[in-house]
């Protein structure tokens, strides 16, 4: 995208999400729901479609410029960008990329323009971080497969329209290799979605278990039509989708400073602003640093992505940091608030319970490290067998 156009999108973005989400907030969090015209307002800014190339009906933009509008959504409530996130992230990037040109055309231009929500189904009931292991089946019968399993927490499923669905299509292969990629539309007969999840923050968004009983699933939607990709189309898309949720927990972490530093001027204690409490301050200094840090990295990996290096070490190292740092901007936030800062009256003490799930999903702070270590030495063995 021209900068000039990208930049004044920022600027529309800011204010979309200051003027309009920002007080809707609360009731978002109390009605556990996203008023219907919101997400038309996401719809008519392209939101939907924000990684979709132009040529299927996105915007097109490329992850540094994608990461540069994900740093405002992360001024308010997570749950508003999981409205569309599934979209922007495995939902549309595994068709993207591996998908078949048919496919691409049919699926792309309607997530795009959030007619359709995608949800990814990738965790089960005993298959969380060793995702690999999953045992949800697909039996080929002549043109169609027949899938059985039950997939967990899937974000966005009481709302979606498909399920790229990762089940097992090789009983004889229990690793990456017998795992292959669907569309399944959610309304094949056979599927049942489960109560939505009550979870601990991020109120507005929804998560529920998926049952697949028998439901049939046509051989031409197996994405890309390659049996047994499955699996590598998932981690294809991950590291975009670990530095997406990175430079959130950034744009997060932003607006909880912003709570902190207001909060600390106004209230008094012993006589003046708790701001010109020099312990005080050092919550406020660590925040900012640590923040900083975090954009600085997710910037410049995201950069890199864009232009085609493989940036899987650093994608881990930013969604590690980047969530972690938010857990600890959050506590401080709510120190800073003090007793306030453990009531619901606050903003921060929603955020401090809604960021906790950064550190959970699209891989957990120890996979992350696991994936940053296997790297390393997979590097230095390499350093070593080249000399
Ligand atoms: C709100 C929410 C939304 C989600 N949305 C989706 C979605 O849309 N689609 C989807 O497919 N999934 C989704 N998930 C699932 C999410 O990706 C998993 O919960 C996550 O990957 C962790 O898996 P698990 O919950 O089974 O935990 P487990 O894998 O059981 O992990 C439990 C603990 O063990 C640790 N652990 C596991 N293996 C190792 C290891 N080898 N070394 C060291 N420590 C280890 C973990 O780090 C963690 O601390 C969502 C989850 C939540 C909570």
């Keep these: ?37 919101i997400r038309a307002a996401f719809a008519e800014m392209g939101l939907f479609g924000l990684s979709i190339p132009e040529e299927y009906g996105g915007l097109g933009l490329n992850l540094a410029e994608e990461v540069e509008l994900v740093f405002e959504l992360g001024w308010t409530s997570p749950a508003f960008r999981s409205m569309f996130g599934t979209n922007v992230g495995i939902g549309s990037q595994g068709i993207l990329i591996d998908g078949t040109e048919a496919q691409k055309r049919h699926y792309l231009p309607r997530l795009a323009s ?23 089946r697909a039996e080929l019968h002549g043109d169609h497969y027949v899938v059985n399993g039950t997939k967990r927490f899937i974000t966005n499923a009481p709302h979606a329209a498909i399920f790229t669905l990762m089940a097992r299509t090789d009983a004889g292969n229990k690793g990456a290799g017998g795992v292959t990629a669907f569309i399944v539309d959610a309304k094949s007969p056979g599927i049942r979605i489960g109560a939505p999840d009550k979870k601990m923050g991020q109120r507005g968004a929804h998560t529920a278990d998926v049952v697949f009983e028998d439901v049939k699933v046509p051989a031409a939607n197996v994405i890309g039509l ?32 912003h709570e902190s530093l207001s909060y600390a001027a106004e209230r008094k204690q012993f006589g ?3 701001a010109e409490f020099q312990l005080v301050q050092a919550m406020l200094a ?4 640590e923040a900083y840090a975090a954009r600085c990295m997710v910037q410049d990996a995201a950069r890199r992505y864009a232009a085609g290096e493989i940036v899987s070490t650093e994608a881990s190292c930013c969604k590690l940091f980047a969530s972690e740092m938010v857990g600890r901007v959050a506590d401080r936030a709510v120190q800073i608030h003090g007793g306030s800062g453990y009531m619901q009256d606050y903003a921060v003490e929603r955020f401090y319970r809604d960021v906790r799930l950064f550190r959970l999903y699209e891989g957990t702070s120890q996979i992350q490290q696991l994936v940053i270590a296997r790297n390393m030495l997979r590097e230095a063995a390499g350093g070593r067998a080249g000399r």
């Design 1 to 37: 995208m021209d900068r000039d156009v990208l930049d004044q999108f920022r600027d529309t973005l800011r204010r979309f999400v200051r003027e309009r989400l920002v007080p809707l907030e609360r009731q978002v969090a109390d009605e556990d729901r996203i008023p219907e015209d």
């Design 226 to 257: 390659k049996p047994g990709q499955g699996f590598k189309t998932a981690m294809k898309v991950l590291d975009r989708g670990r530095l997406h949720i990175a430079a959130l927990c950034v744009g997060v972490a932003e607006r909880l400073i």
């Design 286 to 289: 660590d925040s900012r640093v």
């Design 272 to 274: 003046q602003p708790i």
């Design 114 to 136: 959030g007619e359709m929500v995608a949800s990814f189904a990738l965790t089960e009931p005993e298959a969380g971080s060793d995702a690999a292991a999953l045992r949800t």
